[in-house]
């Protein structure tokens, strides 16, 4: 049967990080995952709003995962903040009393949520649903020889209680990933960590030390890229590596690809389609030497 | 079975350099991390050093990491580790200095806890004649709301999976935070707002990174993130406004209800406007984002039925 989703993008990968959004329908294309995108659907509140105001951000998500259970489909997310944050919603918005007090907020909207709906990110569609046998046999330009190192961001990781998928502290479905396409994973500890994004803007110094303890240790363990599936992560370890350069007093230069964009490549599409352009550190080479053009 | 177990050594008194020394013994399938290590002090090797006492996961004693993760040695089944991850290896706690291999040096951590003053006062004219005649009353909310915290063990994991400690000594570290708020949460304390206004400084709650890895290894499920999270709102309820941290919520919040979105061009912008040097440190930066189409309209059209998020929003915020 063919895969359809309620395609939940995101904040960033409608702004800053528009080659997501882009990378991730041209894999759906590919792969015959059919997306419906919830236009209408709001910020997730990315753990922020909800540090002020945690009702708020519950509600905001009730009201976009009723829009996915309208269409009678699960979610897919293609961040890994987003999946934490709605992930956790959604748990708290199974007990009765809780998900009875938010809709009363949702009455006159779009409609209420009725607790039905399932969120799964991009990565888990992949590994669970699509299934890595047969992301295998879809690719056309196997990754032969690239050493990929997964950072997976914090919040689809922890907590755990709220996401169970990965085991938090050795999570494999990233490396499965990143067999399947044919290339090979790297091992370093930051690959659990966190990027430090949250607080980049208040505190960038740390951020950065954060930022290039983990690209460092990536690279000195062989890394050739990193791979991410959360734009977030992206943004500090893509956007940003220029500053972590000048914190660290090194230069690093290593490529970070979103998700879809490694798995792109491997399924033969072109540094266009991916946006890979759009990447800051030097990705066009990394094609390049993949083979794609 | 029969199983292998890397325990670091090292001694630095005596100028020893931590190594992994690998240890094979035979043990009963579900013995724990720590009884493993307790028979092989008895029968192996008894200068290995480790703290322990009450095996069960009460006193907070034996935490250490275990194949990289900050917990408890009593609350931890060799057989889970390795098939987890196919080896068991013991470390110290981090980001307190080693005494000898599996014992740390805890007065980091001590000195942490003792700076947020984690006791509840009370203005000593108000302070009940002893002997008080009965205890003070609570109502179940406000016990609740302490309830998290107050189940802290000090066992440390969450200092040493802590990892803005990894990069910051100032840092005051989860487990701190969390004994904070637990005062701060406690009716009978008269010291709030200035608790409060200590900890909005460097090395307080906004340093936090909201990473989880504290929340993830408590082993009483105390969730000190959640506590620091508690304390920003406290804060900025209790008008403490004047820090980066708050803005960016505060904003955050007012972009949102605007668009319907975060619009990511515009949310620096409202960092940085009010700190010209910070302006000029982010102009490089914000060309090279344009050159490779990542510099988001700072205007932006809001999402279709934004009506309906402003609702919700305007709502919760009465």
């Known amino acids: 049967m063919k895969l359809k989703y309620a395609y939940y993008t995101g904040c960033a990968a409608k702004g800053v990080c528009p080659e997501l959004d882009q990378a991730t329908q041209a894999v759906a294309r590919a792969l015959d995952i059919e997306l419906i995108e919830l236009t209408a659907a709001s910020c997730c509140g990315a753990g922020v709003i909800g540090e002020l105001e945690y009702d708020t951000q519950l509600a905001m998500n009730a009201r976009n995962l009723a829009m ?26 199974q007990h009765t009393a809780t998900r009875d007090r938010i809709n009363q907020g949702l009455i006159g909207n779009g409609g209420i949520y009725k607790g039905t709906t399932g969120v799964l990110h991009l990565l888990w569609v992949l590994v669970k649903e699509f299934g890595l046998a047969r992301l295998e046999q879809a690719v056309t330009h196997p990754l032969t020889g690239l050493r990929v190192g997964p950072f997976y961001g914090c919040y ?16 494999r479905s990233l490396e499965g990933v990143i067999r399947a396409l044919g290339a090979e994973p790297v091992d370093y500890s930051g690959r659990t960590k966190c990027c430090g994004f949250p607080i980049v803007l208040e505190n960038e110094s740390n951020a950065m030390k954060m930022v290039g303890a983990h690209l460092l240790e990536a690279k000195g363990n062989g890394a050739d890229c990193l791979v991410t599936p959360c734009p977030l992560c ?29 798995v792109g490549l491997a399924l033969g599409l072109g540094p266009e389609a991916l946006g890979l352009r759009r990447n800051m550190v030097d990705a066009m080479q990394l094609a390049a030497d993949v083979g794609a053009t | 079975m029969r199983i292998e177990i890397e325990i670091e050594r090292s001694n630095p008194a005596e100028g020893q350099p931590a190594r992994f020394e690998t240890f094979r013994v035979e043990v009963p399938r579900h013995i724990t991390v720590l009884d493993t290590l307790i028979k092989l002090k008895n029968e192996v090797d008894g200068s290995i050093t480790f703290r322990r006492s009450c095996r069960s996961a009460i006193c907070g004693s034996c935490a250490m990491r275990i194949n990289g993760r900050s917990g408890l040695a009593c609350d931890t089944l060799v057989e889970d580790e390795l098939h987890r991850f196919g080896h068991l290896r013991v470390q110290p706690l981090a980001h307190m200095p080693v005494m000898r291999d599996l014992a740390v040096d805890m007065q980091p951590f001590w000195n942490r806890v003792e700076a947020v003053n ?14 008080v005649e009965r205890e003070t009353l609570m109502d179940q909310a406000a016990v609740d709301e302490m309830d998290d915290t107050s189940k802290c063990i000090m066992c440390m994991a969450c200092f040493s999976a802590c990892e803005v400690s ?19 949460a406690d009716p009978r304390d008269e010291r709030k707002q200035e608790r409060l206004t200590a900890l909005n400084e460097v090395g307080g709650y906004w340093d936090c990174t909201r990473c989880n890895q504290c929340v993830q290894a408590c082993p009483k499920d105390v969730k ?53 040097k910070k302006l000029l440190s982010v102009l490089p930066l914000a060309v090279d984002m344009l050159r490779h189409g990542k510099l988001p309209s700072p205007i932006h059209p809001p999402i279709p039925r934004v009506k309906e998020v402003r609702r919700i929003m305007d709502k919760k915020a009465k």
């Open chain 1, 68 to 93: 996915a259970e309208q269409l009678g489909l699960n979610m897919m997310t293609i961040c890994g903040t987003c999946q934490g944050v709605i992930s956790r919603a959604n748990v708290a918005l």
């Open chain 1, 156 to 171: 689809i990781l922890r907590p755990s209680e709220y996401l169970g998928f990965d085991d938090p502290y050795n999570p």
């Open chain 1, 234 to 262: 992206h943004m500090n370890l893509d956007l940003y590596q220029g500053k972590a350069e000048q914190e660290m007093h090194r230069k690093i230069g290593l490529p970070i690809l979103h998700l879809p964009q490694l």
């Open chain 2, 118 to 131: 984690p006791w509840v006062e009370t203005a000593p004219e108000r302070e009940p004649a002893w002997p």
């Open chain 2, 166 to 184: 990894d990069v910051d000594t100032r840092f005051l570290g989860p487990a701190a935070l969390a004994k904070a708020y637990r005062v701060v």
């Open chain 2, 224 to 276: 000190p993130m959640e506590a620091i999270v508690h304390l920003r709102r406290e804060a900025i309820n209790a008008g403490l406004t004047n820090t980066a941290g708050s803005r960016h919520i505060t904003e955050f919040i007012k972009i949102v209800r605007s668009e319907g979105r975060l619009n990511e061009g515009r949310m620096p912008l409202k960092m940085v406007l009010s700190d010209p």
